[in-house]
């Protein structure tokens, strides 16, 4: 199957950052991994994308139907920017009080605008029970079409930034666990991404997890140890 790799720039970099950083996603060369870059918003219409394996994202996306919610963006201006993919529920989000609710109805705005929903599920604690993270799945998905194939990011909200992995045992458990409820909810085929602390050290170790992608933060604004790494999951 081929292999996704989300770039997730959160709010960092800038005109010229990003600039570097689309010159060489350009030049790369893949035969088996879509690459997706998320930057702010406002920085949407500098991604002029050249390269056939290399797609636009986004961070967000309003959950309101009504033009007068003053701050959101709607998913008619991020087709408008060419955007094809939008980071659902990051445990960032959920932080700052995105709730379920919200997140289910943001996917229903996607799915509705052809939009692709990469939606982000973890426990926030180690000692978490991992049940949780199906919890957030059946929120996400409620009422969500079954002939759709669902992205799921498995983040696990204590890995995210820290420098802290869990094993590759626990990867598989989860994702396992993940693919399975999924099928059980109808959903036949499903992309299952690892998201936290992934860089140049590990991610070998982590792509022998039974997962379909990465998602990867601050990694991702070092352009030279992304593409090493976009390669290196391209080449196994
Ligand atoms: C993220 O924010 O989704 C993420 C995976 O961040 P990092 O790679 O920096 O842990």
New binding site residues.
Partial sequence: MRRLI?A?Y?MNGDKKLFAKIIKEVNKVKVRDTKIVLCPPFVYLDEFNLKNKNVELGCQDITNQENSKSTGQISPKMLLEFGVKYV?IG???RRKIGETDEQINQKINICLNNKLKPII?VGEEKKSDKLDIVLEQINYALKNIDNNIIPII?Y?PVW?????KLPAVNRINKMTRMIKAHLEKLGYTDSSILY?????IDNYKMISDADIDG???????LRIKEFIEIVKGIDNE
Avoid at 159 to 163: K, S
Avoid at 195 to 199: F, I, L, P, R
Avoid at 214 to 220: A, D, I, K, R, T
């Fill in positions: 989300v997730n959160k980071i990051h445990s960032e982000c990011a983040e890995a995210i930034g820290t420098g998201g936290g602390s992934v860089g990465f998602l990867l933060g601050g990694v991702s």
